[in-house]
């Protein structure tokens, strides 16, 4: 926290923003304010980031946006945020009576099973104005992912948002069977646009199912799969569904071994699927020669 962090005491004679709700949570917590909360407070953006606010400071700020009506972008990245704080976010965002927030980011904390059940059901509500959701490098794995991986096979969650456009999962353990249901979740849903899933062991099973969902979806503009285990098989899969996508503009797929087979199997996706826009293929064990052909295909779709 900065040196000039406030004082329990410097309470002021109106609550604005929720400003008289967060000091008295932190009095109540025995914390100090911090100085950028109060701030953000007035502001649409909230944007707390490598604070250190952990979960007595998580449960304070909540305090505030209870009452807050201002705040639409919820940036919290790296705070040592515990999963109860996530969770604890979640519920408060769904019991909230002014749906302002449209943003949130709390990449770079910690989500186990419970913050993953409570963030599910706050995707599954249908009055939600959520529209981008970052919950990259939050150490998930497997087994901690089962609720949220549950939500989406059961229709509860991506399937019944109609708000969300961008989710980004990138650098979690989510491996082959947390993208098979993140996959089949996507199917009817016609709203999410980006899907960040890079570095999460998507591997040839779950690109298979990311392909097959792609020839039907037609929401997904942006799709990263960087750094995924992802051989020439898994590329030939998904680039079914990349040629026959009708939605699909981006798809990146730098740092796996797709090698010659599967890159002449993106170039061919590049050729029949006109929408393409960008199809990286850089540290791919594909030969310059291919992937030039790639980028003379796409430079002439790229607006100047």
């Given amino acids: 926290m900065d ?9 002021p004679e109106e609550d604005l923003f929720g400003r008289n709700r ?9 914390i100090s304010p911090v100085s950028q909360v109060l701030k953000f407070l007035e502001s649409q953006e909230m944007h707390i980031t490598h604070y250190g606010l952990g979960l007595k400071g998580t449960q304070a700020l909540l305090s505030a946006m209870e009452l807050n009506r201002t705040i639409t972008i919820l940036r919290l990245t790296h705070n ?6 996530i969770c604890a976010l979640a519920e408060g965002l769904v019991a909230r009576k002014h749906k302002t927030v449209t943003e949130i980011d709390v990449s770079g904390n910690r989500l186990q099973a419970k913050g993953a059940k409570a963030l599910a059901n706050m995707l599954g509500q249908r009055g939600t104005i959520l529209k ?13 992912a089962t609720p949220l991986l549950l939500s989406l096979e059961n229709n509860t969650s991506l399937k019944t948002n109609n708000c969300l456009q961008e989710l980004i999962l990138s650098w979690n353990k989510l491996r082959p069977k947390g993208v098979i249901a993140i996959a ?36 997904l503009v942006d799709v990263d799969l960087s750094g995924n285990g992802i051989t020439s098989e898994g590329a030939i899969a998904l680039a079914q569904g990349v040629a026959a996508s009708q939605s699909l503009a981006a798809v990146l797929l730098d740092n796996n ?26 540290n791919t064990n594909t ?14 779709r790229v607006p100047q």
């Fill in 132 to 144: 981008c959701l970052n919950l990259s490098h939050m150490h998930l794995g497997d087994k901690d």
């Fill in 80 to 85: 040592n945020i515990p999963d109860e704080g």
């Fill in 184 to 219: 089949e979740s996507l199917k009817p849903n016609m709203a999410l646009q980006v899907l960040g899933l890079a570095w999460c062991g998507v591997q040839d099973a779950g690109a298979l199912a990311l392909g097959t969902t792609l020839k039907s979806n037609q929401g």
């Fill in 257 to 282: 071994d797709i090698r010659e087979d599967g890159g002449k199997a993106m170039l061919k996706a590049v050729q029949e699927n006109k929408g393409l826009v960008a199809c990286q293929m850089e």
């Fill in 287 to 300: 030969s310059p020669q291919l992937r030039s052909a790639v980028e003379a295909l796409l430079s002439p």
């Fill in 22 to 30: 967060y000091l008295a949570k932190c009095q109540e917590l025995r």
């Fill in 3 to 11: 040196e000039d962090d406030l004082q329990i005491d410097e309470v």
